[in-house]
């Protein structure tokens, strides 16, 4: 285990560990043990060291500034009755960059008050300014609605906030749009709702001085291509209707935020990114969960109902899920104030269960302080946790990222994050939630059994010494650009000078629309030809979310996104919610529903999935003799084919049952690389043994990719084979998971030397012997981690380093 202390100047800024300086409300009891007591207790209660590497960050004083002299009195008093009484300095210079007319993105960390670097301009010009309007963007309806309290809090008269939504009730939309003057909302309903309707929003879209965009480093690959069109049609409509609105962005601490902002909106942005605003010390912690003993290891899978993980995995290690809860539980015991991040919404239940029947067992009662938190409940739902946290109600929460950018977390002790967030951005800014008011806090980052995860947590300088991603989205791609032309074109007729406004391959993209008959050109410009508005699904979630709905009583219990339902709500499926397991009686995909009973069944389900992968087009190719790097097109089919059910308290097969879903087809970016059969013979790798090396190879470069690009393993796919027809040699496909890529195998394909030797690393220093979860095993491989072989494995990206030029 080592220790450092991250002090030094030269190394890579990180985003604050440290409150801003607004009025808040902290929850639960009295303080804890401190954070270095408290995670030494953590580790001393079980046999062995899980730690295996302690960051010291720490503390951090001030700078403040003045008021800005533009900022009327009425204002600063409304501030200083929240407990402000000075802005920090970087808080002032993005303010007065933004008052000056110029478009500005603060980048500093979390809890640093970057909220107050947008208010103070665009409150101040609504005081100023009777008429004046303000729109405010949040990737979340939590963070939304967060920022409306902050803003209602201040009692500025004629202000009016108010969040417009798809939760705002219909009778409120019309006084919306007629009254409010900071319209807080996100770019689904902007897309959906306030464009197409622009001639009802007419009144507020002439008088629109500013548009802020919160937690702007979130808008990543498809999703974020999707929102910078969002946009660009956002300015085209204020425009007709005469107005030039300043763009004010707020990011956590990201590579080149200026670039990236700048390539979100279409506009030159200045960047802030000096964060001036105090931090208190944090311990951080990387923590990897203790091998199980040999007899109940590889010999039989951990049960998924009792772990939320893939049981298709021979388990080497304790579940990061498992450690999570008991983590949490005794966080919670010690009185110590918690959030546990947690990846998947499956995986939150699981946590707050686990935790709450610890805490149960040990103290009756005392897991009614822990809750799970995640998209899919209801609005009523989400906001009765919030408000139970804010008021202390809750004193742990098992989350997933919906509070990453939520809720203003205050007087937090420590933060749990079940396995890697997929960036260091979004680590540092699951780690911010602890520490605020000042105090001390600990952060641990639980590591999944996962070559990613495994390898952060055995080179601690991967993420401590290492600088934060850049944002990666792409509003070039076809995929993208097409439909969002099509629905501005319906919004008003496009104009030459529009495609400008788009940007690259605006003008090819309306061609394609014209040649399909979905546009018609006339003189004035180019119309949209059909009565119903084109779906886009902005999220890149694979359509429409799922309702799923209580068969007895016709009971709305959730939703779940399109792109996932084929996994998780096929007949059979067992599904979790609030702690409850129901199992799936039918799934109607045309109605978008899926009907559901309540049992507790003593299996679990596991869905199996068979793909094809063809080469449309070679973009870019690197020729290393016996090896070749390749980047292009490719068209991928998958069908959903059969689910396994498998005991909960063994994990033995029951048996597999056929499905009979629909193929789902997918055209998109990939990276791929070949090697001569002559080539892997000469490293020993037998013909018989190709297939497994190369799968194993596969997955273990799936998950070790996120290293070097802003994604996620569930953002990108992959194939193996050992003779493809379109390559006719062995080689190794990975392709990102969105139409018409994200950005991400072209991130893989420039860094592919780097990218392949952390790979290579990450199977070869792993203890285990054959292959496992922590570097060639994959918890979404759909024949079921067969065949692998990890030595071969190592053979064949030895081949590949050996030749490729860096």
């Known amino acids: 285990m080592t220790t450092n202390d991250f002090s030094s100047a030269h190394r890579t800024p990180r985003p604050d560990l440290e409150s801003s300086p607004s009025a808040t409300v902290s929850a639960g009891p009295g303080p804890g043990p401190a954070p270095t007591e408290l995670l030494r207790r953590l580790r001393a209660r079980g046999a062995g060291d899980p730690v295996t590497h302690v960051e010291r960050v720490p503390a951090r004083a001030g700078v403040p500034a003045q008021w800005p002299s533009w900022a009327p009195e009425e204002l600063r008093a409304a501030f200083t009755r929240r407990g402000v009484t000075a802005p920090w300095q970087h808080q002032a210079e993005a303010a007065n960059l933004a008052y000056e ?25 609504l005081l100023a300014d009777p008429r004046a309007t303000v729109l405010y963007l949040a990737p979340t309806k939590a963070l939304a609605a ?31 749009r007629r009254h409010s003057r900071f319209v807080l909302t996100n770019p689904d309903m902007l897309h959906h709702g306030i464009l197409p309707g622009h001639a009802q929003w007419s009144g507020f879209l002439r008088r629109l001085a500013y548009v802020v965009i919160d937690e702007c480093h979130t808008y990543r690959g498809v999703f974020g291509s999707h929102v910078a069109h969002v946009l660009r049609r956002l300015r085209r409509q204020c425009a007709r209707f005469g107005a030039t609105p300043v763009f004010v962005l707020a990011s956590a601490t990201s590579g080149d935020p200026a670039t990236a902002a700048g390539r979100l909106t279409g506009l030159p942005v200045t960047a802030v990114t000096e964060d001036a605003s105090p931090r208190g010390g944090v311990t951080f912690a990387l923590w990897e969960p203790p091998l199980l003993p040999r007899d109940t290891g590889s010999s039989a899978p951990v049960p ?6 893939h049981d298709d995995l021979h388990q080497v290690r304790r579940s990061a899920l498992r450690e999570t809860a008991d983590l949490l539980a005794d966080t919670v015991a010690e009185g110590v104030r918690t959030l546990a991040f947690v990846r998947s919404r ?51 929460l098992a989350s997933t990222n919906a509070l990453e950018l939520g809720v203003d977390l205050v007087g937090l002790d420590a933060v749990l994050i079940c396995g890697y967030p997929g960036t260091r951005a979004s680590l540092w800014q699951q780690a911010g939630r602890a520490g605020r008011s000042g105090q001390e806090a600990l952060a641990v980052l639980v590591a999944r059994d996962d070559p990613l995860d495994t390898y952060l947590v055995h080179h601690p300088e991967a993420i401590f010494g290492a600088p934060v991603e850049a944002t990666v989205l792409d509003p070039a791609n076809p995929y993208v650009l097409a439909p969002q032309l099509a629905c501005a074109a319906v919004e008003a007729p496009l104009t030459p000078a529009d495609l400008v406004l788009f940007g690259d391959g605006a003008k090819e993209a309306v061609d394609q629309l014209v040649a399909a008959g979905a546009l018609r050109q006339r003189p004035t410009g180019w119309y949209w030809r059909h009565r119903e508005r084109p779906e886009v699904d902005l999220r890149g979630e694979g359509g429409a979310p799922l309702c799923v709905v209580e068969s007895s009583t016709g009971r709305l219990l959730g939703t779940v996104d399109g792109g996932s339902s084929h996994f998780l709500l096929h007949p059979g499926a067992v599904y979790l919610h609030q702690g409850v397991s129901y199992v799936v009686d039918d799934l109607d995909l045309a ?43 490719v068209d991928v089919t998958s069908q959903v084919v059969s689910y396994q059910r498998r005991r909960i308290a063994t994990g033995e097969v029951i048996d597999t049952r056929p499905l009979d879903l629909p193929t789902r087809e997918l055209r998109t970016v990939a990276v791929w690389f070949t090697l001569s059969p002559q080539s892997l013979a000469s490293a020993g790798v037998q013909p018989a043994d190709v297939p497994g090396a190369l799968h194993a190879a596969e997955h273990a470069a799936i998950g070790l990719l996120p290293l070097m690009a802003t994604c996620d393993r569930w953002d990108i796919g992959g194939l193996s084979t050992a003779v493809h027809p379109d390559t006719e040699a062995p080689t190794v496909f990975v392709y990102d998971g969105h139409p018409g890529g994200a950005g991400f195998a072209e991130r893989a394909y420039g860094t592919a030397s780097a990218w392949l030797r952390a790979t290579r690393d990450a199977i070869a220093e792993c203890g285990c012997e054959t292959g496992c979860p922590s570097c060639v095993q994959s918890p979404k491989c759909g024949n079921g981690n067969n065949p ?19």
């Not at 809090?153 to 409120?172: F, I, N």
């Open 346 to 396: 499956k995986g939150a239940e699981v946590v707050a269960a686990n935790a709450r029947r610890s805490l149960d067992d040990a103290v009756p009662g005392l897991g009614d302080r822990v809750a799970a938190y995640r998209g899919g409940y209801l609005r009523e739902e989400r906001r009765e946790l919030e408000r139970a946290l804010l008021h202390g109600d809750l004193l742990g």
């Open 146 to 176: 967060d920022q409306l309290r902050a803003v209602a809090a201040l009692e500025l008269e004629g202000v009016r906030p108010a969040c417009y939504d798809g939760d705002t009730p219909r009778a409120e939309r019309e006084w919306i």
């Open 788 to 806: 692998l072989s990890k030595p071969d494995a190592i053979r064949v990206l030895d081949v590949v380093l050996a030749n490729l030029p860096d």
């Open 101 to 125: 007319g110029q478009h500005v993105v603060v980048a500093t960390g979390t809890a640093s008050g970057k909220s107050l670097a947008y208010q103070l301009p665009a409150l101040a010009t």
């Open 591 to 633: 109605d978008g529903c899926a009907l559901v009973h309540a049992e507790e069944p003593d299996w679990s389900t596991h869905a199996r999935d068979v793909t094809d992968l063809s080469v449309v087009s070679v973009r870019s190719y690197v020729d290393a003799g016996p090896v070749g790097m390749f980047l292009g097109e």
């Open 304 to 309: 998924p109902q009792a772990t939320g993980e």
